[in-house]
C-alpha cells in the first residue's frame, strides 16, 4: 500500500494542473468584461501558463489478494490494508435481479432489502441496536437486472468478531416477517408514486423501456403487480435457493491478516450448507430497434429534461477503453464537449453529460440534460450536433491528452480507498478480467487513439436507432422534437397521449 501512496503522491500535481486549467478558465471568463456573471462563453478562450505535467504512463503494480475457499465452496478474497484499523467484508451472491422469474421481477432485490429485518436469533430492532453500538454498517441489496446480491459490513478491526456474528446471522438465517414484509411493500408502492412526479425519473424510466424491450433491463422500479404479489414464503425461497456458500464470493479489506481472518470465517460459516444453485441465463440485448421519439407529457413544466443514446457494450468488450475516452470527451465532466457547449457556451442549463456502461449484456451510452423549455429547440440542436461531430471529427491531440490525464489521475486517486481495490478484484472475478487488467488500466487509457474514438463513436452512436425521450410541456417541446422524427406522446402514468397526428 506504501508504493500506492507514493504513485498517487507523484500524481497529485497532475490532479491540480486540471483544478488550476479549470479555475484559470472561469477567472478568464469573469474579466471578459460582460455584465452576466453566471453564463458566459469560452469560446477563443487560450489557456495560459499551466503547471507542467508529467508525460510519462503512470504504472502501477497493485498489492495482490490472497485467496481461500471453506469445505463448503465459500471463496474469501482479503486485501490486507494496515493504514487504518478497520475492516469491511462484502458477501457477494452470484445470483441477483437476473434470477428473478419474469412475473415476480424485483424479488432479488426485496429480499436483499428485508435481510436486516429480523433473523431466527434478532430481532430488526435488536441487529439494528447492536450494529449501532459496535459502530458498524450493515447494508444489503440487489438490482433489478445485476448479476449479484450484496451484503457489506464495516467498522473497527477490534469488534470484527461481533461483526461477522451479525452479518453472519442476517445472510443465513431471515426470516422475512410478514409484517415487515407487508410494511415494506407499502413503503415502496408509495415510493414509486412519489418518483412519477420526477421528471428524472419518467425520463430514464421510458429511455431504459426504448432500448430493452421486454428485456430486465427495461426496469428501473419493480412492476407494481410484482410488489403486491410478494410474500413472506417467496422471499424465503428465493434465499434458500440461492443464498449459498457454493454461490457466494466473501470479499474482505482491512487491517487484518488471512490467519486471523479464516478461523473466524469458520467459525460463522463453517457449518453453511450447500445447494444446488439453479443456472442463470443472462438474457442479450434486443437488437436494436429504429429511431423513436417519446415526449411525456408535464403541462406548464419550466424544463425540458432530454435523454439521447443507443445500446452500448459488454463490459468485457474489447471496445471499452476507447468508448471509455470517447464518453469522457464527449460528457464526462465539466471539461467535455457537452458541458462546454450546453452551459459554458450558451447557457441553456446548469449541466450536460453522458455516460456509458456494460454488463454481461450490452449497457446503453446516452447523453442527457435538463433545459429550460424555451430553449429545448436550441439544446436539441447542439445535442445532435455533438454527437455528429464525435463522429465525423477526429479528436485533437490536446484534447484526447487532457481527458486520458483525467481518466488516469481520477484512477490512481481510487487506488487510496482498499474499498475501491476490492471493488476492482470483485470486477475482475465477475468478468474474468485478465490478472493484470487494473495494473495496465493506465498503459491501456493512453493507447487509445483518435482513429479509435472515430471508430467507436460511428459505431455507439447509431442515428438510425437513436432513442431521444423528452419530459416537458408537450405544447411547447412537440414541434422542437417533430424535427427529428415522429413523436410519441405519453403521460406520466406511461400511457399514450391522443394527438391531431394519431
Known amino acids: 500500500m506504501k508504493r500506492i501512496g507514493h504513485i498517487v503522491r507523484n500524481l497529485l500535481l497532475l490532479v491540480l494542473t486540471f483544478g488550476l486549467s479549470f479555475a484559470v478558465a472561469r477567472q478568464i471568463r469573469a474579466q471578459g468584461g460582460t455584465n452576466s456573471p453566471v453564463q458566459q462563453s469560452s469560446k477563443g478562450a487560450v489557456i495560459k501558463g499551466r503547471a507542467p505535467v508529467n508525460k510519462d504512463i503512470l504504472r502501477v503494480k497493485l498489492p495482490k489478494a490472497q485467496e481461500a475457499s471453506l469445505e463448503n465452496g465459500l471463496k474469501v478474497v482479503l486485501l490486507e490494508s494496515h493504514k487504518v484499523p478497520t475492516v469491511t467484508t462484502q458477501m457477494v451472491i452470484l445470483s441477483g435481479g437476473l434470477a428473478d422469474a419474469p412475473d415476480y421481477r424485483g424479488l432479488a432485490s426485496f429480499t436483499a432489502s428485508l435481510l436486516r429485518e429480523g433473523t431466527t436469533k434478532r430481532t430488526s430492532k435488536e441487529i439494528a441496536e447492536q450494529a449501532d453500538a459496535l459502530g458498524a454498517t450493515l447494508v444489503a441489496g440487489s438490482g433489478l437486472s445485476s448479476l449479484t446480491s450484496n451484503v457489506t459490513t464495516s467498522g473497527l478491526v477490534e469488534n470484527v468478531d461481533q461483526m461477522l456474528d451479525i452479518f453472519a446471522d442476517v445472510i443465513r438465517n431471515p426470516i422475512f416477517p410478514r409484517e415487515e414484509v407487508e410494511k415494506f411493500k407499502t413503503r415502496t408502492l408509495a415510493q414509486l408514486q412519489f418518483q412519477r412526479s420526477s421528471p428524472q425519473f419518467l425520463a430514464q424510466e421510458q429511455f431504459s423501456r426504448a432500448v430493452y424491450g421486454d428485456h430486465p433491463a427495461s426496469l428501473i422500479v419493480p412492476p407494481i ?12 425461497e428465493f434465499h434458500a435457493t440461492y443464498y449459498r456458500p457454493n454461490n457466494a464470493i466473501l470479499a474482505i479489506v482491512g487491517d487484518i491478516t488471512l490467519k486471523e481472518i479464516l478461523p473466524k470465517l469458520e467459525k460463522v460459516f463453517g457449518d453453511w450448507k450447500k445447494g444446488e444453485i439453479p443456472a442463470t441465463k443472462v438474457p442479450a440485448a434486443p437488437a436494436p430497434v429504429g429511431s423513436r421519439i417519446f415526449l411525456i407529457d408535464r403541462p406548464g413544466s419550466v424544463q425540458t429534461v432530454l435523454q439521447l443514446g443507443n445500446l452500448g457494450i459488454e463490459r468485457t468488450d474489447p471496445d471499452y477503453f476507447s468508448l471509455l475516452l470517447a464518453d469522457k470527451v464527449l460528457g464526462g465532466g465539466p471539461a ?3 458541458f462546454l457547449n450546453l452551459r459554458e457556451n450558451k447557457g441553456y442549463t446548469y449541466g450536460a453529460y453522458s455516460s456509458f456502461g456494460g454488463s454481461k449484456f450490452r449497457g446503453t ?9 424555451d430553449v429545448t429547440e436550441g439544446a436539441m440542436k447542439e445535442f445532435m450536433y455533438e454527437l455528429k461531430r ?6 485533437g491531440a490536446t484534447e484526447l491528452e487532457d481527458a486520458k490525464r483525467a481518466i488516469v489521475g481520477n484512477f490512481a486517486l481510487s487506488l487510496e480507498q482498499p474499498q475501491n481495490l476490492l471493488q476492482n478484484i470483485i470486477t475482475q472475478k465477475l468478468y474474468n478480467l485478465p490478472a493484470d487488467y487494473w495494473d495496465m488500466y493506465p498503459q491501456r487509457v493512453a493507447a487509445v487513439t483518435p482513429e479509435d474514438i472515430q471508430r467507436v463513436a460511428q459505431k455507439y452512436i447509431d442515428l438510425q436507432h437513436i432513442q431521444i425521450v423528452a419530459v416537458g410541456d408537450a405544447t411547447k417541446a412537440r414541434d422542437v422534437l417533430a424535427k427529428y422524427g415522429k413523436v410519441e406522446v405519453y403521460d406520466a402514468e406511461g400511457n399514450p397521449v391522443a394527438t391531431k397526428d394519431n
Open 225 to 236: 403487480a410484482s410488489i403486491k404479489k410478494f410474500s413472506t414464503k417467496d422471499l424465503a
Open 336 to 338: 467535455a464537449r457537452l
Open 365 to 373: 451510452w446516452v447523453s442527457s440534460s435538463e433545459v429550460r423549455t
Open 390 to 395: 464525435l463522429r465525423d471529427e477526429k479528436v
